[in-house]
């Protein structure tokens, strides 16, 4: 496998869903080895981004390449081949109920290897060591904290030692402790392992210790992308209003209605 | 809208859905060969779908058969044809009831698991969790529950069946005072095994194969919302006893 600069690039992407244009022609590079944050308010089309480089969600216009592969059009055996160079971290975990821990993170491994049972066994006690779950093997998922089934989740998104992962949401509805290792396992996967990571969230503050890049999303376009100080220092109005939490400004408090008077039925007043 | 309008938009729809449901069935038969290696998946929606509805479909058997007996033996005794009993028990099991009821009961319990389980799945991410590890949902989900439900349901009639017939025996052999000889002779001179037992078990058959599409159909496609998992289960009883019924009409017909 040859390695490419740049793991994800996307060319003018542009996609409508249900009558909303959500991406408008919208480029960007997702460089090797990197850890690149994605923001931007909500609804802005983040997680449907992340739907459509993982080939779950088809586009109407442009290019998305993954590994230098065109990922619209692909045959689902392709695309399954693709997806085992890469990983997710789900928002909310998405750990298969059914299953224990440890066969969580075998799951992946079962599924798609050839190995014998000892040497899965051998490998989920590594990933889960490296999470910190190891002494937690045995329990089911309904017996995990948020944060430690999301780091299970993690375990399991790098069973099969992917080149890139997708972190949804990784910190959202976690206590400060659990973020911390969150952040913490994102910075070492990235760096001990070269795993190219690519993290949708909202909370800057997090981002700032985990992200070298960042890309801020809105109106459908990518409106600041670069090295994650640059764009924190970006004067655009848009970039401050979502960086220092506005709640008023470009992106308007109100969502779009007729004026306030005509709703009332006070057409002389304004 | 006009009236015209809206039936046109509701038919296509509905040929659009069925057209989805065609090419659903074909990829889960097309993905059975590969998830049978995964054989332990399979006995254990076999036991969860099969094993598990033994009780609804054992006590109501029962109860059919009480009735029945009560039925056919205040009915036949005003004619003196009381003898008849057995065989007409038998008739109306093997060919109509058994399938007909114990596919009604199974979609009840059975299939709204199925969608409930399924749709759940997917409102979690966990349908989406496998697709971005690599795993055909089809293959891991979909096919274990359509096989188990498929083979679940012509063993559960057979039970119902078992069940009816001593629930008959019981109301008007022991209770009701007719010859125990008269009712198993006239059930055994006049029950084909081929025309009546097993054309009934076909039926059931094609009954497991509708209920089973339907419920994993309407599971795999449910709205990941607690709404739409829960709007999902109930089409899974309405579309299962519509085509259940149908279904019922069209076999007849042929097999008489």
Same mark, same amino acid.
């Given at each position: 496998?040859?390695?490419?600069?740049?793991?994800?690039?996307?060319?003018?992407?542009?996609?409508?869903?249900?009558?909303?244009?959500?991406?408008?022609?919208?480029?960007?590079?997702?460089?090797?080895?990197?850890?690149?944050?994605?923001?931007?308010?909500?609804?802005?089309?983040?997680?449907?981004?992340?739907?459509?480089?993982?080939?779950?969600?088809?586009?109407?216009?442009?290019?998305?390449?993954?590994?230098?592969?065109?990922?619209?059009?692909?045959?689902?055996?392709?695309?399954?081949?693709?997806?085992?160079?890469?990983?997710?971290?789900?928002?909310?975990?998405?750990?298969?109920?059914?299953?224990?821990?440890?066969?969580?993170?075998?799951?992946?491994?079962?599924?798609?290897?050839?190995?014998?049972?000892?040497?899965?066994?051998?490998?989920?006690?590594?990933?889960?060591?490296?999470?910190?779950?190891?002494?937690?093997?045995?329990?089911?998922?309904?017996?995990?904290?948020?944060?430690?089934?999301?780091?299970?989740?993690?375990?399991?998104?790098?069973?099969?030692?992917?080149?890139?992962?997708?972190?949804?949401?990784?910190?959202?509805?976690?206590?400060?402790?659990?973020?911390?290792?969150?952040?913490?396992?994102?910075?070492?996967?990235?760096?001990?392992?070269?795993?190219?990571?690519?993290?949708?969230?909202?909370?800057?503050?997090?981002?700032?210790?985990?992200?070298?890049?960042?890309?801020?999303?809105?109106?459908?376009?990518?409106?600041?992308?670069?090295?994650i100080d640059e764009v924190l220092a970006n004067p655009q109005p848009m970039v401050r209003q979502f960086l220092g939490?506005?709640?008023?400004?470009?992106?308007?408090?109100?969502?779009?209605?007729?004026?306030?008077?005509?709703?009332?039925?006070?057409?002389?007043?304004? | 809208?006009?009236?015209?309008?809206?039936?046109?938009? &509701? *038919?296509?729809?509905?040929?659009?859905?069925?057209? $989805?449901?065609? +090419? @659903?069935? %074909? !990829?889960?038969?097309? =993905? #059975?060969?590969?998830?049978?290696?995964?054989?332990?998946?399979?006995?254990?929606?076999?036991?969860?779908?099969?094993?598990?509805?033994?009780?609804?479909?054992?006590?109501?058997?029962?109860?059919?058969?009480?009735?029945?007996?009560?039925?056919?033996?205040?009915?036949?005794?005003?004619?003196?044809?009381?003898?008849?009993?057995?065989?007409?028990?038998?008739? &109306? *099991?093997?060919?109509?009831?058994?399938?007909?009821? $114990?596919?009604? +009961? @199974?979609? %009840? !319990?059975?299939?709204? =698991? #199925?969608?409930?389980?399924?749709?759940?799945?997917?409102?979690?991410?966990?349908?989406?969790?496998?697709?971005?590890?690599?795993?055909?949902?089809?293959?891991?989900?979909?096919?274990?529950?359509?096989?188990?439900?498929?083979?679940?349901?012509?063993?559960?009639?057979?039970?119902?069946?078992?069940?009816?017939?001593?629930?008959?025996?019981?109301?008007?052999?022991?209770?009701?005072?007719?010859?125990?000889?008269?009712?198993?002779?006239?059930?055994?001179?006049?029950?084909?095994?081929?025309?009546?037992?097993?054309?009934?078990?076909?039926?059931?058959?094609?009954?497991?194969?509708?209920?089973?599409?339907?419920?994993?159909?309407?599971?795999?496609?449910?709205?990941?919302?607690?709404?739409?998992?829960?709007y999902a289960t109930t089409r899974t009883v309405i579309h299962s006893a519509i085509a259940v019924l149908a279904f019922?009409?069209?076999?007849?017909?042929?097999?008489?």
């Amino acid at each position: 496998m040859t390695a490419v600069a740049n793991p994800v690039a996307i060319r003018g992407l542009g996609t409508v869903l249900n009558g909303k244009t959500i991406f408008d022609g919208i480029d960007l590079d997702i460089p090797s080895g990197s850890v690149t944050a994605i923001m931007g308010p909500s609804g802005t089309g983040k997680t449907t981004l992340l739907r459509h480089v993982t080939g779950q969600l088809p586009f109407d216009s442009g290019s998305i390449q993954v590994f230098g592969q065109s990922v619209q059009d692909m045959a689902l055996p392709d695309l399954y081949r693709l997806r085992r160079r890469m990983g997710m971290l789900f928002q909310h975990g998405a750990l298969l109920t059914d299953l224990s821990v440890f066969d969580n993170v075998a799951f992946p491994l079962r599924e798609n290897t050839d190995l014998p049972e000892s040497l899965i066994r051998t490998l989920v006690l590594m990933k889960l060591q490296s999470v910190g779950l190891r002494g937690a093997a045995g329990l089911m998922p309904a017996q995990l904290s948020g944060g430690m089934a999301r780091r299970v989740a993690l375990a399991r998104a790098i069973a099969l030692d992917p080149e890139l992962i997708f972190y949804d949401e990784p910190f959202v509805g976690l206590d400060p402790i659990a973020v911390a290792a969150v952040v913490e396992l994102i910075r070492t996967l990235n760096q001990t392992l070269g795993i190219t990571s690519v993290v949708v969230a909202h909370e800057i503050e997090h981002l700032r210790r985990v992200a070298d890049r960042l890309i801020v999303l809105s109106g459908g376009k990518v409106i600041a992308k670069g090295p994650i100080d640059e764009v924190l220092a970006n004067p655009q109005p848009m970039v401050r209003q979502f960086l220092g939490g506005l709640s008023d400004g470009p992106v308007p408090f109100h969502y779009p209605a007729p004026p306030l008077a005509t709703e009332f039925g006070l057409g002389g007043v304004r | 809208m006009s009236l015209f309008g809206d039936l046109t938009a &509701s *038919l296509m729809d509905f040929i659009r859905r069925l057209g $989805a449901m065609g +090419l @659903f069935l %074909g !990829r889960i038969l097309a =993905a #059975i060969p590969v998830s049978l290696r995964r054989f332990r998946l399979h006995v254990r929606q076999l036991w969860f779908i099969g094993a598990m509805s033994l009780t609804i479909i054992m006590v109501s058997g029962l109860f059919v058969g009480l009735v029945l007996g009560l039925q056919y033996y205040t009915a036949l005794s005003q004619f003196g044809a009381s003898g008849a009993l057995g065989t007409l028990t038998a008739l &109306s *099991l093997y060919r109509e009831l058994s399938p007909v009821v $114990a596919a009604l +009961l @199974f979609s %009840g !319990r059975a299939g709204t =698991a #199925i969608t409930a389980e399924i749709g759940l799945m997917r409102s979690t991410q966990q349908i989406e969790a496998m697709e971005m590890m690599a795993v055909d949902p089809i293959r891991y989900v979909v096919a274990p529950r359509f096989l188990a439900a498929t083979l679940a349901m012509p063993l559960l009639c057979v039970v119902f069946s078992a069940l009816a017939i001593m629930g008959a025996h019981w109301s008007a052999v022991l209770w009701l005072g007719l010859d125990n000889g008269i009712y198993w002779s006239s059930m055994v001179g006049s029950v084909d095994f081929a025309s009546d037992l097993l054309a009934g078990v076909f039926k059931a058959l094609v009954f497991g194969v509708l209920i089973a599409l339907i419920a994993v159909f309407q599971g795999f496609t449910a709205q990941p919302t607690g709404e739409g998992v829960a709007y999902a289960t109930t089409r899974t009883v309405i579309h299962s006893a519509i085509a259940v019924l149908a279904f019922d009409f069209i076999l007849t017909a042929f097999l008489m």
